[in-house]
């Protein structure tokens, strides 16, 4: 889902974020109870080695992933994807996954799109999938309205930028417009396909899966060769592993840097010593509430509004999140404002984590 995002422009201490917490209850709007356990999202911990991850032992994790993460890089995709799949078949498990993400460019100029795309190429058990994103130059999130004359354009060039992935990895899907939407259809309907992050427009995602362990290995080096950025920031992702097997990818590329991300189960009030563990580059992230916003506009479309907590080099920023906009987009910056007495400003996330 494509989200509206707004975050606090000054960050908050920790008795500043238990304060909020009262004040979204004089709000009506039912926060957290900070002694109860809920889910942390830790990201990009920065860590030398795999055993880094028993800091986290009080608590129980889900979602373990190992980071490889590679800087300026702009050597041969296909050996590197080759040195990390030749691995992956050596330690191999029912669920134990390997995606690496690259970007690329798209051939054209277009309005809605931005140039720069992303793919993820990947091995699970016993198969592999391709993944293809865009990166729309403007949010507009379902049920947000879009001026009519502007909708062909979006939809037309939606349609041009999948057919040219679809092109270059040879793939059997058709690229229709139904009902002022993009659909995608897998011709070979045996085979696994999903589309996803959709908006007004339709998917912004797909992924395609093969039985063929080796099967895009050759078509997502030719994708990655499509680039036009001098060096890019190449991200290799490690799931369900053992630690040996963690060592065995490290061998690969001796020089990478390494991070964890995963779930923590834990308290609001666990946030300082969650961050001091994630460290410099760390990122922490908890939902405090959840709310409809026609509770507090009830004369504007209903939005789910989420309201969360991140946390980088201890400090932490008020996040909100949206479905879509309940207010036009220049009055909403000052409702939020108002709503959490906290300056705040528009800050979509980036598709390409």
């Not at 709000?27 to 991850?53: N, T």
């Not at 690329?104 to 994103?133: D, E, K, V």
């Not at 007004?200 to 994708?223: H, I, K, T």
């Amino acid at each position: 889902m494509r989200e509206q995002r707004w975050e606090s422009r000054q960050s908050l201490n920790f008795p500043q974020v238990l304060d909020l917490l009262n004040r979204l209850q004089d709000k009506g709007l039912r926060p957290v109870d900070p002694e109860k356990e809920g889910i942390c999202y830790i990201e990009e911990w920065p860590v030398p080695s795999p055993e880094a991850i028993q800091r986290l032992d009080r608590w129980p994790l889900e979602d373990v992933t190992m980071m490889h993460v590679l800087d300026a890089w702009n050597d041969d995709f296909f050996l590197l994807a080759g040195r990390y799949h030749s691995t992956f078949q050596r330690h191999q498990s029912v669920s134990a996954y390997c995606s690496i993400s690259h970007p690329w460019h798209l051939s054209g100029h277009l309005a809605t799109l931005q140039p720069l795309a992303m793919f993820w190429m990947g091995f699970r058990h016993r198969h592999s999938f391709i993944r293809i994103r865009f990166h729309t130059t403007r949010i507009i999130a379902q049920g947000e309205f879009c001026d009519p004359s502007q909708r062909p354009i979006w939809l037309e060039e939606r349609r041009t930028a999948f057919r040219e992935a679809i092109e270059l990895l040879d793939l059997p899907i058709d690229v229709s417009i139904q009902k002022d939407r993009i659909m995608l259809r897998n011709e070979h309907e045996e085979v696994p396909f999903f589309c996803s992050w959709p908006d007004a427009f339709g998917p912004c995602q797909f992924e395609f899966n093969s039985s063929d362990p080796f099967a895009f290995l050759v078509p997502a080096s030719g994708l990655a060769s499509t680039t036009r950025l001098p060096a890019a920031t190449v991200r290799i992702y490690l799931t369900g592993f053992s630690r040996e097997a963690l060592k065995a990818f490290k061998a690969i590329e001796p020089d990478v840097r390494t991070a964890y991300r995963c779930s923590a189960h834990a308290c609001l009030t666990d946030l300082p010593v969650l961050l001091n563990i994630a460290g410099q580059g760390g990122r922490l992230y908890t939902t405090v509430s959840e709310f409809r916003t026609q509770a507090l506009l009830p004369d504007y479309p209903d939005a789910a509004a989420i309201v969360g907590i991140m946390g980088t080099e201890n400090r932490y920023h008020l996040e909100v999140r949206l479905n879509m906009m309940p207010l036009p987009m220049d009055e909403m910056t000052s409702w939020l404002e108002t709503l959490f007495a906290y300056p705040m400003t528009y800050a979509p996330l980036s598709p390409f984590p």
